[in-house]
């Protein structure tokens, strides 16, 4: 079965903390897409990798092929990345969907 | 304007009834699909069609049945719709093409009571 596992479930930081949430995927999964939920609902890619790293911005996100894992990080974290942080794998064969995990609530104060 | 747009935004009904949520994009994009959002179980994928001639079933369809009446829309109806229904809805879009990125409506909120 495919399976994408977050940690942690929640999270919580002071403004300007260096932020690391973490996602672990079974074998079937060939790529991963992180995607932030904002407070209001709407949904928004970040990233989707299957190899290495990418950063935009702030976000850093790293990808383990071996291991199976990936993480987004957050730099000089602010109150506007308050959101829930997503992961998602594509499963491999033919017809490809994402397996989704069930997210990551990061709350930064201020 | 949004790219993906979903109606109706909110929606409260009661068990029994037809509904009907509606996704429109204008991305450009092949392959559409629908899911649910619940609390604590993250997103599950209900119906995707890669065309308009190709629907196919997600994990949870039971309940649920779709229509691709064009490239640009995609329709998910509850035929008699129950309190278990009750969650965020999605649609989402992709491009054709191998694990392309998605892109997400606002969702709809429906409650049944």
């Known amino acids: 079965k495919n399976e994408v596992e977050q940690s942690p479930q929640n999270l919580t930081a002071q403004e300007g903390e260096f932020i690391t949430i973490n996602c672990s995927y079974s074998?079937?999964?060939?790529?991963l897409h992180w995607l932030q939920q904002h407070p209001g609902g709407g949904i928004v890619s970040l990233f989707m990798?299957?190899?290495g790293k990418k950063k935009h911005g702030r976000l850093i996100a790293t990808i383990n092929i071996q291991e199976k894992h990936s993480s987004l990080h957050i730099t000089a974290s602010h109150p506007r990345d308050s959101a829930v942080y997503i992961c998602?794998?594509?499963?491999?064969?033919?017809?490809?969907?994402?397996?989704f995990g069930k997210g990551t609530k990061l709350t930064v104060n201020p | 304007d949004a790219d993906v747009t979903q109606t109706p935004r909110n929606r409260i009904t009661k068990t029994g009834k037809r509904i009907m949520l509606e996704c429109s994009q204008t991305?450009?994009?092949?392959?559409m699909y629908w899911y649910r959002q619940d609390p604590g179980l993250g997103l599950r994928l209900i119906y995707y069609?890669?065309?308009?001639?190709?629907?196919n079933k997600g994990e949870i369809s039971d309940g649920y049945s779709v229509s691709r009446q064009a490239q640009a829309k995609f329709s998910l109806s509850l035929e008699s719709a129950i309190p278990n229904q009750t969650a965020l809805y999605f649609c989402a879009t992709s491009d054709l093409g191998h694990q392309e990125t998605q892109y997400f409506g606002p969702g709809t909120r429906l409650l049944v009571l």
């Open positions: 069609s890669f065309d308009v001639k190709d629907i």
């Open positions: 990798l299957s190899s």
């Open positions: 074998v079937g999964i060939s790529a």
């Open positions: 998602a794998g594509y499963t491999q064969g033919g017809s490809e969907k994402l397996v």
């Open positions: 991305k450009g994009h092949d392959r």
